[in-house]
């Protein structure tokens, strides 16, 4: 057997959830509700700026004690062991706010110490947000770390609709990306090298279908962002549920993290995974491609790429070095006619060619 027997696990969800307006002013009540009074704080840069006075003012009247709080400025594993093992002793719980950096930061310290961690997303760039990983350096590289699934998940959405268009899009790629690694998924479970989870990919599929089928794909309605958000929720704790990133993420993420690495300027996480899921759709010669290409096209994601195309040179070394990114992790891209047929779609797609160029 090439995977690991069944594990006997435990599952988390998380315990504190709210997704809405004006959250931010809230968070103090949530966490004395929860009987959380003696906080650790960590913000993405700048973010304290702007969303600082809100949460103090609720934490304030309720009372909270911040026991200490900084910006999370690296992400370096030894760095935040450091932090995490120095932190006061009488601490409850650990509050992240920001985009990603903030929000691993925390979970890792909160992971480590074994106390709850509330993340708080300032933008839907991926789903990270409420993921059980943590994308850390390890050793100068970046790495998925195993972590928590956050015990809280709070959501303002009048923040999220202030965040650069640039994370909706990027969000947008990550929820698409479900389609390629979940058939991904279920061709390795048919060849025998790996284990299906039956509600996990309920829950992935689902997911897609909240966003994809429920609204209009005006990304700027509050509709279509409360559930980009919801989706992208499920997805991390479809994660959770299979125990693996199964769920999540396929051979599209496979070739954004070889990106990472051979790019001179990688784009975000999101942009990367939803173009190389339009080319692993077609590979895997997907029945959703064109499910795929539709909502790519109506949300104006293709066009929002087309404006700062990827180097076909970087992406063509990614999708060298994409099948060896992760052991025994069999995707479309395991397939020995993979990387010629991947050329081809490159050169003749009108809409590929448009999205990677020199
Ligand atoms: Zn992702």
Known sequence: MLYAPYPNKQINIPYLLKIGNGKI????????????????????????????????????????????????????????????????????????????????????????????????????????????????????????????????????????????????????????????????????????????NDFASMLAYNSLDLLFLKHSTDIKSPEFQRSLVTSLLMSGIAMEVAGTSRPASGSEHLISHALDSVSKRPRM??????????????????????????????TGFFEYVMQDPLSKNEFIEALQLSPSIKCNYYTILSEPDSFARALQFIDKDPILNKLITY
């Open 25 to 196: 002013r809230k968070i103090g009540k949530y966490l004395v509700d929860k009987n959380l009074t003696h906080i650790a704080l960590f913000w993405s840069e700048g973010i304290e700026h702007l969303l600082g006075e809100k949460l103090y003012e609720g934490f304030k009247e309720q009372g909270i004690d911040i026991v200490h709080c900084q910006d999370a400025q690296f992400i370096n594993i030894e760095e935040i062991t450091r932090v995490a093992f120095n932190l006061p002793k009488n601490v409850d719980a650990i509050v992240g706010i920001g985009g990603g950096k903030a929000l691993d930061f925390s979970k890792f310290c909160a992971h480590l110490l074994k106390i709850p961690f509330i993340s708080v997303p300032t933008s839907t760039s991926n789903d990270g947000f409420c993921s059980p990983s943590a994308s850390l350096i390890v050793d100068g590289k970046r790495k998925t770390v195993k972590s928590s699934i956050p015990f809280g998940v709070v959501v303002d959405l009048d923040v999220i609709r202030s965040s650069p268009q640039i994370c909706l899009y990027s969000g947008i790629g990550d929820m698409v990306s479900k389609i390629t690694a979940l058939y991904d998924w279920k061709q390795a479970v048919e060849k025998g090298l790996d284990r299906y």
């Open 269 to 298: 996480h999101g942009l990367q995974v939803g173009v190389a899921t339009y080319l692993c759709a077609l590979l895997q010669n997907n029945p959703s491609t064109d499910g795929v290409r539709d909502t790519l096209m109506t």
